[in-house]
């Protein structure tokens, strides 16, 4: 029966249904395992001491003090660890032009941003090396701050890292066609400045890891809260100079992530180098104070933009000048730029045109690093894409979805290639667009806006387009030369009893990999769901993998996972055969059984064949194959990414006497090819939206002049919370890629991709009778009082 994964009426079927998570129940009665829920034998406790100063040279250590206090044990200079922890540099090779220092883990000679760490303070319990860290007296000798993106380059700006030579760390200019000759015979044009605020990703539980060295079998083994359990194997190997054999790191439940816990952090490779120094466990958990000075950053950009429109409304051109800053140092080893260049490659992906101009520069200062946070860059050039495809709109007093159906390339049009030169294989921006409308009854919404404008309440609709980069091939990273796995691994067992067992390379952050694993795995074998334990994170154990990053997980790890599920059933069904004398042909697994594939009769229970496999092996024919255990691998090769797409909308009122926006409600219909478990997809988007819509009204890390960090905790610094969320409507189409068997794309970035371009345009659409406009996120109620002149700048 040749029925296609996904469909219903398939035998055994579980790919396409909502199935529980395995791990729901643990995590609910609070039996989650998380790194500092991990206790070892003579474990110690690091507390860093962090530069109170944007930029400083340290004239000098005294830990004198520090050394007599009750339970510190040792005290570590970044010169004590330079000694045993080789620097790295933070570029790739297709970047061309990335520039960046070299970065120790602690500090040397100088500090470069507030909360950069410049000494350790080791002791027995977290509370004495915290009395400890209070006691180390550190001299230093204040140097100017580069604080300010735009005049980075300028002549009168100290230079932050003179072997750079200068503060340009990255530019890029991409040009296809051409854009002024677009520009001059145009229509329209529309121009504006977009701003999107610096921001952070207040996970749950903060960056966490322990290390314990064990120097009798030169085996490092380190518990960590990460994403890319096998990156950071290679990074402490190699900069610990340790076989990569001999370390293992262990990534057991992990509290959130969204990108920040994907990069390589100095205080945590400090952590992993004195557990070495020092022969005993180290542990170092992150406060939330420190969190907000030492966890990556993200989003800060300051973009000039302009579109070329003709009479009928069809794009003519873009025209994008992006700038952002990344702090002193680009971050390790996925750098820093990745999120400018992103902007290059996705404004105006959905989006059929011929002349397109774009740059990013990449500046450094004296500010926490950046780096990619969940959807990088995708949120920034989703704003300048649809805020000008909006402003364009109005201009020519057209309808927004109008604009769209004009210009989104059709879904009949692919393979295609955007004037980014980027590769699409499949997309449905207009099968998308048709049942966002219908979901959203556009027009009774219209209608809704008007009558409430007519008592003085100001509504606005919002659309946004937008494109999802998912499963990344080596092309992402591979080609710039840095050990970052775009394949990952699957090994399926099954045991005695006819449980099967999978262990994948990628990792469980929250949303749900184990049940998106389990389903597939189940389909693949016959088995059902809870038949199928699965084990991630762990380097020592499961097949060498990527982990999970860019929405790879299910696309690139689950079918990996698929095809070594389909090899274990052939391996089944081959002794199956044997033992039944039957063409192997003609026998299927379901649920569990060997069962006859015409007629579904049972045949045998799997754990019937196990008991011979395993026990009674020598009735079975000499040479028959008879290993009950697959393992697969699978990496992309026909499109550099596996891009999805979607449009969301927002509906709003803005309280236009105190700039006070509600959020009415959201909608977000989205392709990520073949769903594999719509709940958990659905979940995965919605907390996309929350994170987008946080960007878009309250998310903002805000600095002074010199360098410090003036809301660097949850009382100052805004996350969205239940009360401000809108209802929020999911609705799906599927175009499987052709590049895969499971057809599986990806879906954990594309709620935050869309969410703020739609709100800024429903903003603005409220607005627009009184001809005001915001495009600086967050679109708070000063900034909206100032676009309707009732606040003076």
Wanted: net charge negative; charged share 20%; glycine share 10%.
């Amino acid at each position: 029966m040749n029925i296609p994964f996904g469909n219903p009426d398939r035998p055994n079927s579980y790919i396409g249904k909502t199935v529980p998570r395995p791990n729901a129940g643990r995590l609910v009665e609070g039996r989650g395992r998380y790194v500092d829920d991990i206790t070892l034998p003579r474990m110690t406790h690091v507390v860093f001491v962090r530069s109170p100063h944007a930029h400083a040279r340290i004239t000098g250590i005294d830990a004198a003090e520090a050394l007599k206090a009750k339970g510190v044990l040792r005290v570590f200079t970044g010169a004590d660890l330079a000694r045993v922890c080789t620097p790295w540099v933070a570029v790739l090779a297709h970047l061309k032009g990335l520039k960046s220092p070299p970065q120790h883990a602690i500090a040397v000679d100088r500090a470069t941003w507030v909360g950069e760490p410049v000494a350790a303070v080791v002791a027995t319990s977290r509370a004495a090396a915290e009395d400890g860290a209070a006691l180390v007296e550190v001299g230093y000798k204040l140097l100017p701050a580069v604080t300010d993106m735009r005049s980075a380059l300028d002549d009168a700006t100290p230079v932050l890292h003179d072997e750079m030579g200068e503060n340009l760390a990255f530019r890029r200019l991409h040009e296809e066609g051409d854009v002024e000759a677009a520009m001059a015979s145009a229509h329209k044009v529309v121009s504006a400045r977009f701003r999107t605020a610096r921001h952070t990703g207040v996970t749950p539980e903060p960056r966490s890891i322990l290390a314990d060295w064990n120097p009798a079998e030169g085996q490092l083994t380190v518990w960590h809260a990460t994403q890319a359990p096998h990156m950071m194997q290679t990074v402490f190997a190699k900069h610990l100079d340790l076989p990569e054999g001999r370390v293992r790191v262990i990534c057991t439940d992990v509290g959130g992530s969204y990108g920040i816990k994907v990069h390589v952090y100095p205080d945590e490779v400090a952590a992993v180098a004195i557990a070495k120094v020092m022969g005993r466990p180290v542990k170092f958990v992150a406060d939330r104070l420190e969190s907000f000075t030492t966890d990556i950053h993200a989003r800060d950009h300051e973009i000039e933009a302009r579109i070329a429109v003709d009479a009928d409304g069809r794009i003519l051109a873009f025209d994008v000048d992006d700038w952002t800053a990344i702090g002193a140092y680009s971050v390790y080893p996925r750098t820093s730029a990745i999120e400018g260049n992103q902007v290059v490659n996705l404004c105006g992906g959905p989006y059929d045109f011929a002349h397109y101009r774009a740059r990013t520069s990449v500046v450094f200062q004296n500010k926490t690093p950046t780096c990619q946070y969940r959807a990088v860059g995708h949120p920034i050039a989703v704003a300048v894409t649809e805020g000008l495809v909006d402003m364009a709109a109005a201009e020519l007093g057209m309808d927004p979805v109008e604009i769209r159906r004009r210009n989104l390339f059709p879904d009949d049009a692919y393979p295609v290639t955007s004037p980014a030169k980027m590769r699409f294989e499949g997309l449905s921006h207009h099968a998308s667009l048709d049942k966002l409308i219908a979901l959203m009854d556009y027009d009774a919404l219209r209608a809704d806006q008007a009558e409430a404008r007519k008592r003085g309440i100001h509504r606005g609709i919002g659309i946004a387009s937008f494109i999802e980069l998912t499963n990344p091939s080596p092309f992402m990273y591979g080609i710039g030369g840095a050990r970052i796995s775009a394949q990952d691994g699957c090994t399926v067992r099954m045991d005695p009893d006819g449980s099967v067992v999978a262990l994948s390379g990628v990792t469980e952050q929250g949303q749900g990999t184990e049940a998106m694993l389990s389903q597939i795995v189940a389909e693949g074998v016959g088995v059902t769901p809870d038949k199928v334990r699965v084990i991630t994170g762990d380097t020592q154990v499961t097949p060498y993998g990527g982990g999970t990053w860019a929405s790879r997980g299910a696309g690139i790890g689950g079918e990996a996972a698929l095809q070594s599920a389909l090899a274990l059933k052939d391996s089944i069904l081959e002794v199956a055969g044997a033992m039944l004398q039957a063409p192997k042909d003609a026998l299927d697994i379901r649920a569990g059984q060997v069962v006859d594939s015409a007629t579904g009769e049972p045949r045998m229970p799997l754990e019937e064949l196990g008991r011979i496999v395993y026990f009674r092996g020598d009735t079975l024919p000499k040479g028959l194959p008879r290993e009950l255990v697959q393992t697969r691998h699978f990496i992309t090769s026909d499109y550099p990414f596996a891009f999805t797409n979607g449009v969301q909308a927002s509906y709003l009122e803005v309280d236009t006497e105190t700039g006070m926006v509600t959020l009415l409600k959201h909608w977000c219909v989205e392709d990520c090819g073949r769903i594999i478990n719509p709940q958990l997809v659905d979940e995965q988007i919605r907390g996309g939206i929350v994170q987008g819509l946080g960007g878009a009204l309250f998310e903002e890390i805000h600095y002074d002049a010199d360098g410090q960090l003036l809301n660097g905790s949850m009382a100052d610094y805004l996350v969205p919370m239940a009360a401000e969320m809108p209802d929020m409507v999911i609705g799906h189409v599927e175009t499987p890629t052709k590049e895969s068997l499971l057809g599986a794309k990806g879906a954990g970035e594309a709620g935050t991709a869309g969410a703020p371009a739609a709100v800024m345009n429903a903003i603005n659409d409220a607005l627009r009778p009184f001809g005001a406009q915001v495009t600086e996120m967050p679109f708070t109620p000063e900034r909206i009082l100032r676009a309707l002149g009732k606040i003076d700048d």
